[in-house]
Structure formats: C-alpha cells, structure tokens
Nanobody, 119 residues
Framework: QVQVVESGGGLVQAGGSLRLSCAVS????????MAWYRQAPGKERELVAA???????DYGDSVKGRFTIFRDSANNTVNLHMNSLKPEDTAVYYC?????????????WGQGTQVTVSS
C-alpha cells in the first residue's frame, strides 16, 4: 500500500509564508502527477497546485503568483511554497499522488495537514 504523508502545516499570520512537504513510499517519479488540494470548512476540496513528471505545473486561480509547487528529487518529496498567505488560505491541505496504469487512472491521498492563517 502506498503511503502519502504531508508535513509542514501550522499557524501563520497573514502575509507570512509556509512550506508544505509531501513524501510518498517509493519514488515520486512513479506517479504521473503530484498535486496539492485543500478543503476549508463547509467548502468542497479544490486543486491548489499540480506538477507532472514532465515538469508541467498548474495552479488554482486563487493562488497563482503566491504558491509554487516543485519536486525535491534529493529528498523524494513534492513541496508547496506558500507566500503572501491570506486568511482565506486557511484549510486542510492534502497531497495527492496520481497514476495511470493500463489506461486506468487512480490516486492516493494523504491524511492532510492543517494550515491556519490569522488576520
């Protein structure tokens, strides 16, 4: 069973920065896409950022220009640098490891890490 483990969440003041890290059992390059999602209370889970094996990145509109997703090959992690944080960024952040095998898509989820931004 693949394990996906997030770390780095916490409490930060508005305007501050945090870095989230996602570690998976096995190589991060075994997955076609690594992504971060978030879910705030009473809201649906939404895409924050994603990165493919080819290095293509995609970001949710609300975080463009503030968040950066990148792979740390040396540590086999996928990280999310979050700058200029806003109270509306408060949510549980989940890492997702996506794969395609034999034409079938699947993914694994981590347990999530809480990010709280105070005003």
């Amino acid at each position: 069973q693949v394990q996906v483990v997030e770390s780095g969440g916490g409490l930060v003041q508005a305007g501050g920065s945090l870095r989230l890290s996602c570690a998976v059992s096995g190589s991060i390059f075994a997955f076609n896409t690594m992504a971060w999602y978030r879910q705030a209370p009473g809201k649906e889970r939404e895409l924050v950022a994603a990165i493919t094996n080819g290095g293509y990145t995609d970001y949710g509109d609300s975080v463009k220009g503030r968040f950066t997703i990148f792979r740390d090959s040396a540590n086999n992690t996928v990280n999310l640098h979050m700058n200029s944080l806003k109270p509306e960024d408060t949510a549980v952040y989940y890492c997702n490891a996506g794969y395609v095998i034999g034409g079938r898509r699947g993914s694994y989820w981590g347990q999530g890490t809480q990010v709280t931004v105070s005003s």
